[in-house]
Structure formats: C-alpha cells, structure tokens
C-alpha cells in the first residue's frame, strides 16, 4: 500500500481552520447613504418671514414696557406701615368752632388713635350741622365721631343705621347709650353739655370706650354748648 502521509499533510495545510474567524464584509458606499440623518432645507424666503416674526414681537414687547414703566415709577410702593395722615384735630376744631358756635370736642387719645380725617359738615341735606372725626383704632378697626348740637330722633337712626338700644356702657364717668346692628355695627351714644356724640364703628367696645373717655375729657375741657331759644311768633 502506498504512503498517503503526504497527502493528508498537504489537505490540512491547505484547508482552513474551523476555529477562524472570517472577514466581516465591508459595508459599501450605498449602505453609508441609507443610514446618513436627513437635514431639512428651509427655504430663504420662509427664514426671511420666521426672523421677522420673532423681531416684531421683540419690539412689540419693548414698547409695552417702556408704555408701562413711567406709570409704575409714578405709583411707588407704599411702605410697611402704610400711609398715616398728620391730621391735627384740636387745630381743625379751632377753626371750625367760630362756623359751628361752639368748640367741637378734640378726644386727646396720644399715639392710640389715628384720625385720618377732621370736618366741618354744613348739614345742607339733612338739616344738621356736625362736626366729623374719623379715627383708626389701635386694632386696626375704625370709629367714626359726630357730634352736633342739633340733634333729633330721625337723624339720630340714620346715623345709627336704625340700630336698637341693646344697653350702655361707661366710659369716662358717664352713661352712653349703646346700640347694635347685629351686623358688627355698633354706636355710642351720649348727650352732654348741650350737645349730641355719636361714636360708630366695628371696632371692639374697649376701643369704643377708651375714644368715648377721651370725648368726655374734651368736652369737660370746654364750655357747655348753649342753644338759642327760637324766637316766639309776634302776635
């Protein structure tokens, strides 16, 4: 028999070896294409149109602001404690006393009490002169002073709100009547020395009565009002 060592050697020589890896195949040029992201084109004329979109409103933003700037820096911010008017109510009713014939009363309440404003009213529509003091409380709540030496039943509810007598209360030595709402409401009233107050306000009743002893002091302090008699009928 013949020798075929030979040929066996020459077959694995030449035939390749199971174990080894083949060449991945290159990918060509239209596989490249395929995968490449897509841009889109925006026409010049459209761009043209967006950047002037964007600049309008730009400008129209701008001169918003600049519209509404001047009237924020004329309105500045009022400060924490708010505004306090200096209203000198013992001046105001020095002055208003020749007009009204008597000295209105001019509650001295030091730092408590606030008064935000101080008048004269003529009484031109509802026949009654009065003297008029608006006071914030030291609880933030308000009373309103009115005193006049011409008082009478219907005038007297209207500035009670026709509130009923629900009692009284003393403050600074004498009786004031006291009228309720039942709405939160409320009115001090007192007769004394010729004239008519009236306290009125939602303001809680030690406030109520810390006011009405100051009235009561200012009222002590001056002289008694004094009310012509009107002049009898000639026969």
Sequence with gaps: MGDYRGVNDMQ???????GQEQPEARSGPAGSSADAPVKPVIPAAAAKRANASVI????ALVLSI?????????????KGD??????DVASVARNAADVAGFTPVAPDTGS???ANYARWEAGTGSGVPTWEVGYLTPKTSFIGLVQTRNSNPTWLLQQTKNAPVT???NAGGREWELRDTGKGEKSMVLNYRGSTVILSGAAQLDEFATLAAAVVTSLESSPAVTV??????TP
């Design 12 to 18: 694995e020589a030449t035939s390749p070896s199971s």
């Design 56 to 59: 309008g409103m730009i400008i």
């Design 66 to 78: 600049a519209a509404f700037l001047p009237v924020v820096l004329m309105n500045p911010q009022p």
């Design 82 to 87: 708010g505004y306090r008017p200096d209203i």
């Design 112 to 114: 408590a009490f606030r």
């Design 167 to 169: 009692g009284s209360r």
């Design 228 to 233: 012509s008699p009107s002049a009898a009928p």
